[in-house]
């Protein structure tokens, strides 16, 4: 299984359009990543069909950085029972 | 500025409103979202410039090359518009920083307004700009735009460019830009330079209008203000904007907000110095014209942006309609304005060409049925009539009157005269297109002759006002050490009776002799001294309010009437507040009743020291008749104060009193404001009352308080 | 005789979803006056009591006069408890009759008589079991009192009820200002507008269908048809719109574009063109501009509605067009299916395609699906702003409210908000 950062990375490719290659752990989702007001929104829900995991929308909006969405899904995920790869 | 003829040197702010290139830094493409809505107003009101977008991941926006930092534009950058989500623009700005950008204009909001996270964001921001040497225009703005075709900047959220015009104005709240951009829109108002200026982080209205003061392309400066910060700093830069050479006037819409620091003040002074009364008297001394609408700004904007400006109070009428005419005459007469009486010659030639049911006398009646022969000819002679400086055409639309040949005479009259025209054209629909000319060639036209009356006062109020000499301040003779020697004895709070007294003293105000006695006897000796009825006025740092507690005797003759008001008084004290500590009791001669006057100072938290000024008792009180000025306050200043109040004629013998010693009023005016000026401990200062006595008695005080800050705020 | 007005079927009331969330449902208008108020009229009541769920005691009890779920209110008095769903028109008994529980065909309480004697006998700590107590200690009857089911009921309903109303309420003429030039068709008789109202020059008023109610301060503006039956509420302000037959407009609303039978309870704005036909709308919507609503289908069959997102209803009628809950609010050119249900403190950001039939209350619609959006808390501060420029404050009674609805309604969301990751997981590129 891939690592949970493989996987937010490439959801967040996906959800932006972007090569996953591209994105680094310390890239914010607006300011290197471009993502748009709405994309916010989408990247949240993308994240939680990903990872079978409901997010509180305020914390998950607040979240700034694809290393910090990282940690945010793996607490969230062993809150919620789900397993990961987080290497 | 830029480079071209007749320019003269560069300026700091030129970057804002002269760059020649600009990165737009958190673009998206979805059309209909604040970040595209402002890319494509740059780009498509004619910048003259180079417009980069900054979007991660997109090739281009609108077809223009976009680049994902700011740091990988290959050229220059002069200015950047943020519109990043407040959390992550500190990253932009340090990399506009390190781009050596000049000035950043950020849209985003989410600072200060929101709360202190965001007011923490904030001070971030400004933090890396004022290191990295760059202008920063907002947060929380809508933008900037100007109308000078070397630059055609419209870096705001305006769909489209208001019209060139000569006309600057500066907001602090988005909501009232669109709106006033649609009311100019609609009565064919240009500006020259927009702005919003939102948070002012960084740039402030002051250095705003500082600029405009030396824009070429600015003759009028508008300004909507809801909290002021540094009023003392508006009021200095406004004096030297509004006189001397190249002075421009500054209109204010200033909603009630100010920034409040300090506590409600007990005195007088403080209750009655509420934020808008002292700004209204304030920001008058500093030349600012306030307004209370828009429709009132534009109305003297336009005045004085298309119009001369006049040389005189002294207007000419000129109507179709004897009703108008009148009301017109007198809201003139009501402002300020004056009727004159023509000259023979023009009383003659008003003769000649008009009927003889025509009113040849100022308003001038060309009656109903007149056509625009008649206008031509009554206009061109109050034009040249020397006791004339302005003229206001009014017109009713009656079935003969030919209203755009009228129009055209109004504008051929404006054009052979440097005197000041206005027109009223009463009849919405029906007078259009007369309007539409008078719009066209720069006469201000209003629906009502009120309107123009008003806006000719503002215009001759400027004029004034510019010419007049600028104020100067010339200290009086006074023992400053002195009165730091008693402050600094005393703590934070009300000072005792003694020390205010003593400090006024210092500072060369009419006190009466007076001594601070520690004992019966003491107190007995020196009303033997004086030889005069005396008052007994017991002195404790915690009694506030002396009569409460029969703190006060009066009319003491002789010193065993003073051994025994000073028993009976201790004793009563003792026995109603035992803990208060007693330091002793000023005993002093009697003064005469008669009329009073009061004096305050207060330490405003926007303006600084200001004075207040009127006359005792019911007049404060109830009439709350009183003036206000900025200390340091000139003899100038001290002798307007004084007959500003409406109460003034009481003090030069109305109703049977005798004339009071007003010069000694107006010296201690004076001093109170160099007092309040020199001792920045001094919070609030109440002289209640000053008995005024006729001008060879000379004036007492009778009563004072001040309230001192602590110890370290000198 | 008090008269007690019962909203306690926690089941039953939620057929009136999406309207009948955030308010008693004696508050649910149909015509000029609201159900409370035609139960008053009817029964002449002296003094008035109300029993509502829990969780709208807070902000109920603050806006009205009456008691709300004061066990005090049972008492010193004769009573009559009556179910809040009971049509008044139909309640013909005698008020001051002997004490009886009067029962539905199902066992469903329709009302109870109980004279002031009797009322001293019943005891319950709460209103149900009090309720219980006087169907054990009282005679019981069977009856078949019609009763409102559903929000389109009244919707249904409205034209009548605007006709009943005006006759029944008696006020006709002209007590406002109407300006010239300006036209009535049918009688002036049939034509009620108010002291403060102003009519500006250019509106045609055709009450040749029905009397028309202009409430106080409604403002009408130019080139504005207002035909009747229809009612307008006090404040409200007409922009130069159709309003068809049919309407019934609370207080505070801003009324543009099209209207055809539909009630807005109060406080809403549709601005602009658009078509708003049977629908009924809750308090402090805003519908964008071109927002605009079917409330016919194409092959003209009965129309059905989802209510709780799950199962559709059928309505029995042809024309039925979208129930929106308070505090929605829709961008401009929102498209909504026949039978559209639109729950409360929902936003909507139009796709250009029709909405589905069913958006659950605080739901997002972004790119075409519900989402969580940006939460919960970013609705409350829009309702905040929204109320405050009217000059209401969003309170934390408010708060608690809709905290309850969101649980209330967490079932669908859920399911939808699920529902949505997935179609949009679906679109994303490989």
């Given at each position: ?17 972007i ?55 793996a ?13 | 500025?830029p ?35 402002i ?59 390190q ?25 971030r ?15 929380n ?6 109308t000078?075709?070397?630059?055609m900047?419209n ?11 000569r ?21 064919g108002?240009?500006?020259?330079k ?47 904007i509004?006189?001397?050479p ?119 009646d ?38 755009e ?10 054009q052979s005269?440097?005197?000041p ?63 730091r ?98 330091i002793?009791?000023?005993v ?28 005792g ?15 340091p ?22 109703r ?21 000026s ?11 009352p ?23 705020s000198? | ?23 008693p ?5 149909c ?47 004769d ?66 009192l ?11 309903a ?43 020059p ?36 007409l ?27 109060g ?117 905040r ?7 209401k ?38």
């Amino acid at each position: 299984m891939a690592t949970l950062e493989e996987r937010v990375k490439a959801v967040t490719g996906k959800t932006l359009n972007i090569d996953p290659g591209e994105i680094q752990t310390e890239h914010s989702f607006t300011f290197d990543l471009g993502a748009e007001s709405v994309q916010s929104v989408e990247l949240v829900a993308m994240f939680e069909e990903e990872f079978g995991i409901e997010m509180d929308e305020d914390a998950a909006l607040a979240v700034e950085t694809i290393g910090s969405a990282c940690e945010f899904i793996a607490r969230v995920c062993a809150e919620q029972g789900v397993a990961v790869d987080t290497d | 500025m830029p480079d071209q003829t007749g320019k003269t040197e560069s300026h700091p702010l030129d970057s804002i409103f002269y760059p020649k290139s600009i990165a737009v830094l958190g673009v998206t493409p979805t059309p209909d979202t604040v970040p595209n809505d402002i890319f494509r107003n740059i780009l498509t009101s004619g910048y003259t410039g180079v417009l980069y977008p900054v979007a991660p991941f997109k090739r281009s926006i609108y077809a223009v090359k976009a680049y994902r930092y700011v740091l990988d534009i290959p050229d220059e950058v002069d200015q950047a518009v943020i519109v990043y989500p407040s959390n992550v623009c500190h990253k932009a700005v340090e990399q506009c920083g390190q781009k050596g950008v000049k000035s950043v204009i950020m849209i985003s909001a989410g600072f200060r307004e929101v709360g202190p996270e965001g007011a923490k964001r904030e001070t971030r921001i400004k933090k890396i700009c004022d290191d990295c040497g760059m202008k920063l225009i907002g947060p929380n703005c809508l933008g900037v735009i100007n109308t000078d075709p070397i630059s055609m900047l419209n870096a705001s959220f305006a769909r489209k460019m208001p019209a060139r015009g000569r006309i600057a104005f500066l907001s602090q709240s988005g909501a009232l830009c669109t709106a006033v951009l649609d009311y100019a829109l609609g009565k064919g108002i240009g500006f020259s330079k927009f702005v919003s200026f939102g948070n002012k982080a960084g740039v402030t209205e002051i250095d705003l209008i500082r600029y405009l003061h030396k824009d070429p392309q600015t003759d009028v400066i508008l300004l909507y203000l809801e909290e002021l910060r540094d009023g003392r700093g508006l009021v200095e830069t406004a004096r030297q904007i509004t006189r001397g050479p190249g002075a421009k006037p500054i209109l204010l819409i200033k909603s009630g907000r100010t920034v409040q620091g300090a506590d409600a003040a007990a005195s007088h002074t403080g209750s009655l110095a509420g934020e808008d009364v002292i700004s209204d008297a304030v920001l008058r001394e500093a030349g600012i014209i306030r307004v209370d609408t828009i429709d009132k700004l534009f109305n003297s904007a336009i005045m004085m942006t298309y119009q001369p400006p006049p040389r005189g109070r002294r207007l000419a009428i000129v109507t179709n309609a004897g009703g108008p005419g009148v009301m017109a005459t007198d809201a003139a007469v009501n402002m300020g304005l004056e009727i004159p009486r023509f000259e023979a010659e023009t009383t003659g030639r008003l003769k000649t060409a008009l009927p003889a049911a025509a009113n040849i006398k100022n308003p001038v009646d060309v009656i109903g049925d007149a056509r625009a022969d008649r206008y031509s000819a009554a206009l061109r002679a109050v034009l040249d009539d020397d006791n004339v400086d302005e003229a206001l055409v009014i017109l009713t639309p009656q079935s003969m009157t030919d209203i755009e040949a009228i129009a055209e005479c109004v504008v051929a009259g404006s054009q052979s005269t440097d005197k000041p025209l206005a027109c009223s054209f009463m009849g919405g629909r029906d007078v259009q297109t007369g309007i539409d000319i008078l719009q066209a060639a720069r006469i201000p036209h209003y629906i009502l002759p009120e309107w123009a009356c008003s806006a000719l006062v503002d215009s001759n109020a400027f004029n004034e006002w510019k010419n007049s000499p600028a104020p100067e301040f010339e200290p009086l003779d006074v023992d400053a050490a002195a009165a730091r020697a008693v402050m600094d004895s005393a703590d934070e709070g009300y000072m005792r009776e003694d020390q205010c007294l003593d400090v006024l003293r210092a500072y060369g105000f009419p006190v009466p002799r007076y001594k601070l006695c520690t004992s019966a006897d003491d107190a007995a000796e020196f009303a033997a001294e004086l030889s005069c009825p005396v008052v007994l006025r017991v002195v404790s740092p915690d009694i506030l309010h002396k009569f409460d507690v029969k703190g006060v005797a009066l009319d003491l003759d002789g010193p065993e009437a003073v051994r025994g008001a000073w028993n009976d008084m201790m004793t009563h004290i003792a026995e109603v507040m035992p803990q208060a500590r007693i330091i002793g009791a000023i005993v002093r001669g009697m003064i005469p009743h008669g009329r009073e006057v009061i004096l305050g100072a207060k330490r405003d938290s926007v303006f600084g020291p200001t004075v207040m000024f009127g006359l005792g008792g019911l007049f404060v009180e109830v009439f709350k008749d009183v003036t206000f000025a900025l200390a340091p306050v000139s003899a100038r200043r001290a002798a307007s104060m004084v007959r500003s109040v409406k109460a003034y004629e009481l003090l030069t013998g109305a109703r049977g009193t005798k004339t009071a010693d007003v010069s000694g009023i107006e010296e201690c005016i004076r001093r109170l404001g160099q007092l309040v000026s020199d001792h920045q401990r001094i919070t609030e200062l109440d002289i209640n009352p000053m008995l005024v006595g006729s001008s060879d008695a000379g004036n007492l005080v009778a009563d004072v308080r001040i309230r001192l800050a602590p110890a370290d705020s000198d | 005789m008090k008269l007690i007005l019962l909203d306690i079927d926690a089941e039953a009331r939620r057929n009136f979803d999406p309207v009948g969330l955030s308010r008693p449902l004696f508050e649910l208008r149909c015509g000029i006056t609201n159900l409370a108020e035609k139960l008053i009229a009817r029964t002449r009541a002296d003094d008035v009591a109300c029993f509502v769920p829990d969780y709208l005691a807070g902000v109920y009890s603050a806006e009205s006069t009456w008691p709300v779920n004061d066990m005090g209110a049972l008492s010193g008095d004769d009573l009559l408890l009556v179910n809040a769903r009971v049509k008044a028109d139909s309640l013909t008994i005698e008020t001051a009759g002997p004490s009886e529980v009067c029962l539905s065909e199902d066992g469903e309480l329709l009302y109870a008589r109980v004279r002031a004697d009797d009322v001293e006998k019943i005891e319950g700590a709460c209103i149900n079991s009090w309720i219980d107590n006087a169907r054990q200690t009282l005679p019981t009857v069977r009856a078949k009192l019609p009763t409102w089911n559903y929000a389109w009921d009244l919707m249904l309903a409205n034209p009548e009820g605007l006709t009943a109303d005006f006759a029944a309420l008696g006020r006709s003429g002209i007590e406002g200002s109407v300006e010239q030039p300006n036209a009535i068709r049918g009688s002036e008789k049939d034509v009620f507008i108010a002291p403060g109202a102003v009519i500006h020059p250019m509106v045609v008023l055709d009450a040749t269908g029905g009397p028309i109610y202009l409430d106080e301060g409604v403002e009408v503006y130019p080139f504005t048809r207002i035909e009747g039956p229809c009612y307008v509420g006090a404040g409200s302000i007409l922009l130069g719109a159709n309003c068809r037959e049919g309407n019934s407009i609370g207080p505070v609303c801003r009324i543009g574009g099209e209207l055809e039978e539909s009630i807005i309870q109060g406080y809403s704005n549709k601005y602009h063109d658009g078509f708003l036909g049977h629908a009924y709308v809750g308090q402090w919507v805003n519908l964008g501009a071109q927002t605009s609503n079917s409330d016919l289908k194409n092959d003209y069959s009965a129309v059905s509605v989802i209510l709780d997102g799950k199962r559709p209803l059928d309505t029995g009628s042809t024309k039925v067009g979208a129930l929106i809950g308070d505090h929605t609010k829709t961008s401009i050119g929102t498209l909504m299916n026949t039978g559209s249900v639109v729950g409360a403190m929902a936003l909507i950001m139009a796709t250009g395609e029709p909405l589905p039939k069913f958006i659950p209350s605080f739901a997002w619609f972004l790119k075409g699906v519900s989402t969580k959006g940006f939460g919960k808390k970013k609705l409350y501060e829009t309702a905040r702003m929204a109320m405050s420029r009217r000059g209401k404050e969003f309170t934390g009674a408010h708060e608690a409210m809709f905290d309850a609805i969101f649980e209330l309604t967490a079932e669908p969301r859920v399911a939808a908000i699920k529902k949505g990751r997935k179609q949009m997981a679906a679109r994303q590129h490989p």
